[in-house]
T-cell receptor, first 109, second 113 residues
Framework: DAKTTQPTSMDCAEGRAANLPCNHS???????VYWYRQIHSQGPQYIIH???NNETNEMASLIITEDRKSSTLILPHATLRDTAVYYC??????????FGQGTRLTINP | DAGVTQSPTHLIKTRGQHVTLRCSPI?????VSWYQQVLGQGPQFIFQ???????GRGNFPDRFSARQFPNYSSELNVNALLLGDSALYLC????????????FGSGTRLTVV
């Protein structure tokens, strides 16, 4: 019952910005957008989350459109260690995380 | 600062057996959640515990059970193992019963033969 749509895979050159899109057209007013990533053979890692304003932390930036129907995760200067599966998740309050298939991002040297 | 610790890291069991997986959350975290990740798919929610009470359960059969102890560590038990239970079992901890800032362990790889 994932509520998001993400591209299956993406490539990005090392040192460039990686922009990962996510569509969540049925998002409701009190649902947050969360991003996690999973590097091979590790557990998922929290990246960032937001409600309606753009957010930035030491890992990434999250841009949410004004209508909140889509968002973009930006890794400003991608490195080889950013190669991972990135999950966009929409949830409300204390709901459980529902992971879809995510986007497999490959950073190329 | 220790992260989320899961044990064992790998496990091989025979069909019909039972298994107990263990999780120690980050110090101070009161919520523990369990996820199952079958190869090639995203993690699927199994249970969430907060302050030793079950706060949520995913669409898994009654063969799956869990509990949280007074020190907030947790066990996941699976009875009558099936081949389809082969997966990576992930534990995540957080301060509250909300998914903000979940920290996941590296998981237990269970193989049922």
């Amino acid at each position: 019952d994932a509520k998001t749509t993400q591209p299956t895979s993406m490539d990005c050159a090392e040192g460039r910005a990686a922009n990962l899109p996510c569509n969540h057209s049925t998002i409701s007013g009190n649902e947050y957008v969360y991003w996690y990533r999973q590097i091979h053979s590790q557990g998922p890692q929290y990246i960032i989350h937001g409600l309606k304003n753009n957010e930035t932390n030491e890992m990434a930036s999250l841009i949410i459109t004004e209508d909140r129907k889509s968002s973009t995760l930006i890794l400003p200067h991608a490195t080889l260690r950013d190669t991972a599966v990135y999950y966009c998740i929409v949830i409300q309050g204390a709901q459980k995380l529902v992971f879809g298939q995510g986007t497999r991002l490959t950073i190329n040297p | 600062d220790a992260g989320v610790t899961q044990s064992p890291t790998h496990l091989i069991k025979t069909r019909g057996q039972h298994v107990t997986l263990r999780c120690s959350p980050i110090s101070g975290h009161k919520s523990v959640s369990w996820y199952q990740q079958v190869l090639g798919q995203g993690p699927q929610f199994i249970f969430q515990y907060y302050e030793k009470e079950e706060r949520g359960r995913g669409n898994f059969p009654d063969r799956f059970s869990a509990r949280q102890f007074p020190n907030y560590s947790s066990e996941l038990n699976v009875n009558a193992l099936l081949l389809g239970d082969s997966a990576l079992y992930l534990c995540a901890s957080s301060l509250a019963d909300r998914p903000y800032g979940y920290t996941f362990g590296s998981g237990t790889r269970l193989t049922v033969v």
